[in-house]
């Protein structure tokens, strides 16, 4: 298994601003994943974040909005930027072990004014 | 062909009674099938999953079964408790060390003493 810390828990932000998400591991991964989750909605796979290598990012996100960074194999972060009411949203970073088994951080709870 | 479709969207139980969720698949790559709990506020956890080289897995009072060539698989909760109710998410991903996994689109169980 694997314990996973998300930081911040929740942040309310303004219109056009930025806000870096981070997602501590307390082993060392090989990959990690960004989900977006909408109240009472199911996840959706925002990138995948293989250290040492470029992020993938799934259809519909591109990097200049989510920019990505994954400097070791125990940390990531995710940028959401120039920020509209549209992003308000659950962010959720999961690990994936061997086997396809994933484990979740308790996810950054979005709000944009 | 990467659909998961789960159903029911919602669901209330009785104390002590079985919660059945249904999903569905369309991929026969898929041969990893995690059901994952969450409850409010918080991150997915996983709790309990299965490979097709099995038709059921039980683990206490969860069980999954599994229909391969229907391409079906279903939670069952026995002697449900109010302290089961959350959402549940079944997923499915295919062979190799960290694939991505695909999610249904999650059934909100009450259970009600």
């Known amino acids: 298994s694997a314990v996973i810390s998300q930081k911040p828990s929740r942040d309310i932000c303004q219109r056009g601003t930025s806000l870096t998400i981070q997602c501590q591991v307390d082993?060392?991964?090989?990959?990690m994943f960004w989900y977006r989750q909408q109240p009472g909605q199911s996840l959706t796979l925002i990138a995948t974040a293989n250290q040492g290598s470029e992020a993938t990012y799934e259809s519909g996100f591109v990097i200049d909005k989510f920019p990505i960074s994954r400097p070791n194999l125990t940390f990531s972060t995710l940028t959401v930027s120039n920020m509209s009411p549209e992003d308000s949203s659950i962010y959720l970073c999961?690990?994936?072990?061997?086997?396809?088994?994933?484990?979740f951080g308790a996810g950054t709870r979005l709000s944009v004014l | 062909q990467q659909q998961v479709k789960q159903s029911p969207q919602s669901l209330i139980v009785q104390k002590g009674g079985i919660s059945i969720i249904n999903c569905a698949y369309e991929n026969t790559a898929f041969d990893y099938f995690p059901w994952y709990q969450q409850f409010p506020g918080k991150g997915p956890a996983l709790l309990i999953a299965i490979r097709p080289d099995v038709s059921e897995k039980k683990e206490g009072r969860f069980t999954i079964s599994f229909n391969k060539s229907a391409k079906q698989f279903s939670l069952h909760i026995m002697d449900s408790q109010p302290g089961d109710s959350a959402t549940y998410f079944c997923a499915a991903s295919p062979p190799g060390g960290y694939q991505k996994v695909t999610f249904g689109t999650g059934t909100k169980l009450q259970v009600i003493p």
């Open positions: 999961s690990v994936g072990l061997v086997g396809n088994i994933q484990y």
């Open positions: 082993s060392q991964v090989t990959m």
